[in-house]
């Protein structure tokens, strides 16, 4: 279970400015949920994604975060992973003249290893990766080249999907992984991820769309607005968001 | 934070500091005619040596130190520089590896580079030089059988003559700079060798140099001659044990190409870079030049320079063949307080040549790296090429990379393309990595290599993964 309470984050702009960014977030996920947090640009929902997956550049002022009991505020962020937190980006970064394939297995082995596991040899790892490919939608070519580099956005996006299926995480972030993506990859991206609820496995959904939500059935949607969870529900606040926007929302409609 | 982690990579020991106690026949320190004189004859050779020598000395005088590179360093004492050191174990000369002096082969054992084994595993002739003089030469009866002359440089002298007076000095003309003056006139030994016409090389040539007594300055030679239709790989690497004074280092290497032959010279230079105050270290002024005298040659330099405090190194092709080519591929990485101004010259004087030039800057800590490079199409360089492409990462805030390039065009076929890039090593990179679940050094190293990659893949392969291993080494301590 994922269980955040109180957090409280800011950044420090080039300016040395300091702006409060998450303003008292608290959510629980118990395993095997989806979540998904939908809310205006600018309400913190990407900080919230960063902060939860390690990303340094924030200052935590106040709140925790454990993962199934653990301190993940504590761990840097390889040990987060090596817990099974994912964040699939929402744009992924290219990585010159590191080839996809060895990237992907260095992980994998370099989590293995943190979860003493022995590493997966080549062969198998690469019977392993094709079949995933398949399911993403990516082909061969993707073996050989480098980390993202080149890549559409769309196709980056099946990679980041690619790796979620490769690592087999047991808390996955997606941020706004459907932005940008065309019906097909759409479709894929939400059939991988119902391919992977397993009764055990959470997840937390990040979008600005309903659409997603066609085909992926969220257990509770929060809405995010000024670095706050300001209302959760069941799937027709998706709808009533996608209707009216958020601006009922501020106002200080807001229970 | 990420700074402080980068750091403790960067910043481990350098691993080959060790001295080996061999006692050396060592001259005093400093440099006049009396000491080149006494370098000539200790080697025994004929006059037309000495003669060079000398005019190279007389000419040395006077010029002075060159100050264009982007380089700071307080000014060389060549007064206080020994100029002749050779190990006195091996005076008589070894006749094969057997008579080699123990410790000096454990030495290189320590280095990774057992002379028994790895050389013949690797299917490497092994030129060793241990300071001056070259010790213990392998394969020897192999190369003889396809008529190759891979052997030290005052050996040839000897065995030679003729073709060392026909080429010494034709590519790097002791006139050419300080440096190349100096070589001229003091250098001690180095490697020869002569590919007949038609031969492909059975094997890669490979020589690790290694200097060892304290104050000595090392000054090799190597020339290297692909007769009509030849081919041959030449590996150069080097490492050099901890010591806090500077060292000079001002080796010529001279390349010639005749028709349809192909070079290819390959470096790894890892020279003690000092220490993370700037204390110590190497200072290395090469000159490195290559002449495709033959249609269709073709001159291919890689380096991988991760050593030395100074390093001052230009590898070049004279492309005076038609349709001949050169190429140049380089890593630079400056780390602490190291500095590096590296790069190339292509002088484009056939018809149809084209050159390449794939140079990768990565600096850290304290480090300077520059690219310096010029790209000359002559009038009669009708429809010449080049690509010029010159990358630089950096790994800190304090850390500086500076591009020079240089293009003259007097032929209006030419053409000239030069690209050119600046990135910091990315925090998006780094977190995506970690995210990933890499340790950071190991994140470091990965987006490194892959920055490097271009320039491995013209490595030979052992090298290659030698090159990878080093740059983990170098780096280690380093992004901020």
Same mark, same amino acid.
């Given at each position: 279970?994922l269980e955040i309470r109180q957090l409280e984050v800011n950044i420090?702009?080039?300016?040395?400015?300091?702006k409060p960014i998450l303003r008292g977030v608290n959510l629980q996920i118990?395993?095997?949920e989806v979540h998904v947090i939908m809310g205006p640009n600018g309400s913190g929902k990407s900080t919230l994604s960063n902060v939860l997956a390690?990303r340094?550049?924030y %200052?935590i002022?106040?709140g925790?975060v454990?993962?199934?009991?653990?301190?993940?505020?504590? +761990?840097?962020?390889? !040990?987060?992973?090596?817990?099974?937190?994912?964040l699939a980006f929402q744009y992924?970064?290219?990585?010159?003249?590191?080839?996809?394939?060895?990237?992907?297995?260095?992980?994998?082995?370099?989590?293995?290893?943190? =979860?003493?596991?022995?590493?997966?040899?080549?062969?198998?790892?690469? $019977?392993? *990766?094709?079949?995933?490919?398949?399911?993403?939608?990516?082909?061969?070519?993707?073996?050989?080249?480098?980390?993202? !580099?080149?890549?559409?956005?769309?196709?980056?996006?099946?990679?980041?999907?690619?790796? +979620?299926?490769?690592?087999?995480?047991?808390f996955i972030i997606l941020d706004e992984t459907d932005s940008g993506l065309?019906?097909?990859?759409l479709?894929?991206v939400?059939?991988?991820v119902?391919?992977?609820?397993?009764?055990?496995?959470s997840f937390l959904v990040v979008t600005h769309y309903q659409r997603l939500l066609d085909?992926i059935t969220p257990d509770v949607i929060h809405v995010m607005a000024e670095g706050k969870i300001q209302k959760s529900g069941d799937k027709s606040l998706a709808l009533e968001l996608e209707e009216k926007g958020y601006s009922w929302l501020k106002n200080g409609s807001v229970s | 934070?990420?700074?402080?982690?980068?750091? %403790?990579?960067?910043?481990?020991?350098?691993?080959?500091?060790?001295?080996?106690?061999?006692?050396?026949?060592?001259?005093?320190?400093?440099?006049?005619?009396?000491?080149?004189?006494?370098?000539?004859?200790?080697?025994?050779?004929?006059?037309?040596?000495?003669?060079?020598?000398? =005019?190279?000395?007389?000419?040395?005088?006077?010029?002075?130190?060159?100050?264009?590179?982007?380089?700071?360093?307080?000014?060389?004492?060549?007064?206080?520089?020994?100029?002749?050191?050779?190990? =006195?174990?091996?005076?008589?000369?070894?006749?094969?590896?057997?008579?080699?002096?123990?410790?000096?082969?454990?030495?290189?054992?320590?280095?990774?580079?057992?002379?028994?084994?790895?050389?013949?595993?690797?299917?490497?002739? *092994?030129?060793?030089?241990?300071?001056?003089?070259?010790?213990?030469?392998?394969?020897?009866?192999?190369?003889?059988?396809?008529?190759?002359?891979?052997?030290?440089?005052?050996?040839? #002298?000897?065995?030679?003559?003729?073709?060392?007076?026909?080429?010494?000095?034709?590519?790097?003309?002791?006139?050419?700079?300080?440096?190349?003056?100096?070589?001229?006139?003091?250098?001690?030994?180095?490697?020869?060798?002569?590919?007949?016409?038609?031969?492909?090389?059975?094997?890669?040539?490979?020589?690790?140099?290694?200097?060892?007594?304290?104050?000595?300055?090392?000054?090799?030679?190597?020339?290297?001659?692909?007769?009509?239709?030849?081919?041959?790989?030449?590996?150069?690497?080097?490492?050099?044990?901890?010591?806090?004074?500077?060292?000079?280092?001002?080796?010529?290497?001279?390349?010639?190409?005749?028709?349809?032959?192909?070079?290819?010279?390959?470096?790894?230079?890892?020279?003690?870079?000092?220490?993370?105050?700037?204390?110590?270290?190497?200072?290395?002024?090469?000159?490195?030049?290559?002449?495709?005298?033959?249609?269709?040659?073709?001159?291919?330099?890689?380096?991988?320079?991760?050593?030395?405090?100074?390093?001052?190194?230009?590898?070049? #092709?004279?492309?005076?063949?038609?349709?001949?080519?050169?190429?140049?591929?380089?890593?630079?990485?400056?780390?602490?307080?190291?500095? $590096?101004?590296?790069?190339?010259?292509?002088?484009?004087?056939?018809?149809?040549?084209?050159?390449?030039?794939?140079?990768?800057?990565?600096?850290?800590?304290?480090?300077?790296?520059?690219?310096?490079?010029?790209?000359?199409?002559?009038?009669?360089?009708?429809?010449?090429?080049?690509?010029?492409?010159?990358?630089?990462?950096?790994?800190?805030?304090?850390?500086?990379?500076?591009?020079?390039?240089?293009?003259? #065009?007097?032929?209006?076929? $030419?053409?000239?393309?030069?690209?050119?890039?600046?990135?910091?090593?990315?925090?998006?990179?780094?977190?995506?990595?970690?995210?990933?679940?890499?340790?950071?050094?190991?994140?470091?190293?990965?987006?490194?290599?892959?920055?490097?990659?271009?320039?491995?893949?013209?490595?030979?392969?052992?090298?290659?993964?030698?090159?990878?291993?080093?740059?983990?080494?170098?780096? !280690?301590?380093?992004?901020?």
């Open positions: 279970m420090q702009d080039e300016k040395q400015t300091v118990q395993p095997g390690g340094d550049e %200052e002022t106040n925790t454990t993962l199934n009991g653990a301190d993940l505020l504590a +761990m840097n962020p390889e !040990e987060r992973a090596a817990h099974g937190v994912f992924p970064t290219e990585i010159p003249g590191v080839n996809n394939m060895y990237f992907l297995r260095t992980a994998l082995n370099s989590q293995r290893k943190l =979860k003493n596991m022995p590493p997966l040899d080549a062969a198998d790892f690469l $019977a392993l *990766v094709k079949t995933k490919m398949k399911e993403v939608g990516l082909n061969e070519s993707f073996l050989h080249r480098a980390v993202n !580099e080149g890549f559409s956005g769309g196709e980056k996006k099946r990679n980041e999907v690619l790796q +979620m299926l490769v690592l087999e995480p047991s065309d019906i097909d990859a479709q894929m939400a059939r991988c119902n391919s992977m609820r397993d009764g055990k496995r085909y | 934070m990420e700074n402080k982690i980068i750091k %403790e990579v960067v910043d481990k020991q350098y691993p080959y500091g060790f001295e080996t106690k061999i006692e050396s026949d060592t001259i005093a320190a400093g440099l006049n005619e009396d000491v080149i004189r006494m370098i000539s004859a200790r080697k025994n050779e004929p006059e037309f040596m000495l003669a060079w020598r000398l =005019k190279a000395y007389q000419h040395w005088l006077t010029m002075t130190p060159p100050e264009w590179a982007h380089l700071h360093h307080e000014p060389i004492d060549y007064q206080n520089i020994i100029y002749y050191s050779a190990p =006195k174990s091996v005076k008589d000369g070894p006749k094969s590896l057997d008579e080699v002096d123990p410790k000096l082969l454990e030495t290189y054992n320590k280095l990774g580079i057992p002379l028994h084994e790895q050389g013949r595993l690797a299917g490497v002739a *092994v030129d060793a030089v241990f300071d001056s003089i070259s010790v213990a030469t392998t394969f020897k009866a192999k190369l003889a059988e396809a008529g190759v002359i891979f052997c030290p440089f005052s050996e040839a #002298v000897h065995k030679y003559p003729e073709l060392i007076e026909k080429y010494l000095g034709t590519v790097v003309p002791y006139r050419d700079n300080y440096f190349a003056a100096l070589n001229s006139a003091v250098f001690s030994d180095g490697s020869f060798v002569y590919i007949p016409k038609g031969v492909r090389c059975p094997m890669e040539l490979s020589t690790y140099f290694r200097i060892n007594e304290a104050k000595t300055g090392q000054f090799e030679r190597t020339l290297i001659i692909a007769d009509e239709g030849s081919y041959v790989s030449y590996l150069e690497g080097c490492t050099a044990p901890m010591r806090d004074e500077n060292q000079l280092h001002a080796a010529v290497v001279e390349l010639v190409a005749m028709d349809n032959a192909q070079i290819k010279y390959s470096t790894v230079q890892n020279w003690y870079p000092g220490d993370e105050e700037g204390r110590g270290g190497i200072y290395n002024f090469v000159t490195k030049r290559g002449q495709c005298r033959g249609v269709n040659s073709k001159i291919s330099w890689t380096q991988i320079e991760t050593g030395s405090a100074i390093t001052w190194k230009y590898p070049s #092709v004279i492309l005076q063949g038609d349709n001949s080519i050169g190429e140049f591929y380089s890593v630079a990485l400056t780390n602490n307080y190291q500095q $590096a101004d590296t790069g190339t010259k292509m002088i484009h004087i056939g018809k149809n040549t084209r050159s390449t030039i794939i140079s990768k800057g990565i600096s850290a800590g304290h480090g300077q790296n520059a690219y310096r490079g010029l790209v000359r199409m002559l009038p009669g360089a009708k429809n010449a090429r080049n690509y010029t492409q010159c990358d630089s990462l950096l790994l800190s805030d304090t850390c500086g990379a500076h591009t020079f390039p240089y293009i003259e #065009v007097k032929n209006p076929t $030419a053409h000239v393309e030069h690209e050119a890039s600046t990135s910091k090593i990315g925090e998006d990179q780094l977190f995506y990595c970690r995210q990933r679940g890499l340790k950071t050094e190991d994140a470091i190293s990965m987006i490194v290599n892959g920055f490097c990659k271009q320039v491995f893949n013209e490595l030979p392969m052992e090298f290659a993964v030698e090159a990878q291993k080093l740059l983990e080494v170098s780096l !280690e301590g380093s992004v901020g």
